[in-house]
């Protein structure tokens, strides 16, 4: 039985104890205190199935996504024409229904209608700033990124934030081009309204943690919208914990392309911190962390809540790279502060469907166009940012200050923790250095703050995460060598 070789002396006399009494042994993934599937009667195997359970909560969030609203709500965006960043500057902008004033208008009001659904529980607000002249932006052109808050009711929580965004500003082909059609059903409209749809679901809910939905501008002329609201997290000093960018996951249907995949969402996260310094990158060179950046360690989570909650046969696909070749996108300006922040997009892109003019040309339609948005993909895509959110959320604080003891030659490892507020227990996992992600299978609970175990520290990857009562996960830490 592999599971024992994880469990210390003292917890293996306990094992026999507990196995002679028919209970489960330290591999207690489950508290029992949320639904679970069979347990089977070799209770001392984990199944390959996540042993998380379901909190009912999440489950119902899930099921409130709507196809029929994100479909209203991309169709909305893309009859402002264009939502070009520089049609700020357009002749009667701010009482034309064309362009992106009326666009973020829009938005904001679509956010304190949610509001108003929920007898004001969010807070509807606006970051507004003038950019300068730059590539791109040939004249000063101000900038508004528009968001709301659920905050946190747990006042030892709260100051955890999660956040999800998408860009709604647009482009054609040309990158100043801010006149002609640019309408972005796809990038990203669909993007935009996974935001909204999260704000929507999940403003029905109270979370311990706070929640940001966000949506920005500026993303096509540099990332700019996203890069100030993360400079000004990062100056403020935000507990920002983890961000879900959505940038064209509209999973683009051509007709007759049978390439494309509507039951994967690809998660890219960055390996190297774009954040890193010099003595941070000289850590990861000696103990091999390349695959365990903070934003790694969220898209694991991404995996795990689509395995531990019902999406049929859709799910993420993580692949272990910034993101897509010739191409950037907002979760990188949130690295670049030094904060946790994936990309969700589509399996397969059209690139005939991306920053083009509308048109028909030998025969191919150009054009972001609302027809090749498949709004039940996009429900999908927004039901797994909801339910992460959600499980974040709700889940206990993550392990602070967690420790590889590295002061010995010893062919055991120590790991040591602070205590969580939240948490009612603790799990530490591990895995090969050579697998992708932590086997449930490899998983020991404890209530103290620290464990021995005999597995080499030289030969597998630790982590630690937090649980509470109901059997909410924290997302993992990597413990810091301790010399
Ligand atoms: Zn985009």
């Not at 679970?36 to 009912?56: E, F, H, I, L, M």
């Not at 709260?158 to 500003?169: A, C, E, M, Q, W």
């Not at 640019?182 to 409209?189: E, I, W």
Request: aromatic content about 8%; proline content about 5%.
């Amino acid at each position: 039985m592999s599971i024992s070789r994880h469990c210390t002396k003292m917890t293996l006399i306990v094992l026999i104890v507990l196995l002679m009494l028919g209970a489960p042994p330290c591999v207690a993934s489950n508290d029992g205190s949320m639904p679970q599937g069979d347990s089977g009667k070799n209770k001392a195997t984990v199944t390959a199935k996540s042993p998380w359970g379901r909190d009912p909560a999440i489950g119902q969030a899930m099921r409130e996504v709507s196809p029929q609203q994100i479909q209203q709500t991309i169709a909305k965006l893309v009859s402002f024409g264009t939502r070009h960043t520089l049609s700020v500057n357009n002749p009667n902008a701010a009482t034309s229904a064309q362009g992106i004033v009326a666009a973020r208008d829009w938005i904001k009001s679509e956010f304190e209608r949610y509001s108003a659904e929920c007898g004001g529980c969010l807070e509807v607000k606006t970051d507004t700033f003038v950019l300068q002249p730059k590539a791109r932006i040939p004249q000063p052109a101000e900038l508004q990124n528009v968001y709301a808050i659920l905050r946190g009711t747990d006042p030892a929580q709260s100051k955890r934030i999660y956040l999800v965004t998408g860009h709604y500003d647009s482009r054609n082909k040309e990158a100043l081009n801010s006149t002609d059609p640019a309408p972005g059903a796809n990038d990203d409209g669909s993007g935009t309204a996974v935001s909204l749809e999260c704000a929507r679901v999940l403003s029905k809910h109270k979370f311990p943690a706070t929640i940001i939905f966000l949506t920005v501008s500026g993303e096509e002329q540099g990332l700019d919208g996203s890069g100030h609201f993360a400079k000004m997290a990062k100056e403020q000093g935000w507990q920002l914990e983890g961000v879900l960018n959505n940038d064209i996951v509209g999973g683009n249907r051509t007709p007759g392309d049978t390439s494309q995949n509507s039951n994967v969402v690809r998660v890219f996260s960055e390996g190297l911190p774009a954040a890193a310094s010099e003595a941070d990158l000289r850590r990861i060179r000696s103990s091999g962390g390349e695959n365990d950046s903070a934003s790694r360690q969220l898209a694991r989570y991404i995996q795990e809540v689509g395995a531990a909650y019902d999406f049929g046969q859709f799910g993420p696909l993580l692949i272990f790279r910034r993101d897509r070749y010739l191409r950037g996108g907002d979760h990188s300006a949130f690295n670049d502060q030094g904060f946790a922040a994936v990309r969700f997009t589509e399996y397969r892109e059209d690139f005939h469907h991306q920053h083009e003019n509308p048109r028909i040309e030998n025969g191919i339609e150009f054009g972001d166009l609302l027809k090749f948005v498949d709004f039940d993909y996009v429900a999908n895509v927004a039901r797994l940012n909801a339910a992460t959110l959600a499980a974040l959320a709700s889940a206990p604080a993550p392990p602070a200050n967690v420790h590889l003891v590295t002061k010995e030659l010893e062919n055991d490892s120590k790991i040591q923790w602070g205590p969580a507020s939240g948490a009612s227990a603790y799990e530490v996992l591990w895995r090969k250095t050579t697998d992708s992600t932590f086997p449930e299978e490899n998983t020991t609970r404890t209530t103290e703050t620290k464990v021995d175990l005999p597995e080499s520290k030289d030969n597998v990857v630790f982590g630690v995460r937090s649980v509470d009562a109901k059997g909410h996960r924290s997302l993992i830490v990597i413990p810091e060598p301790e010399r």
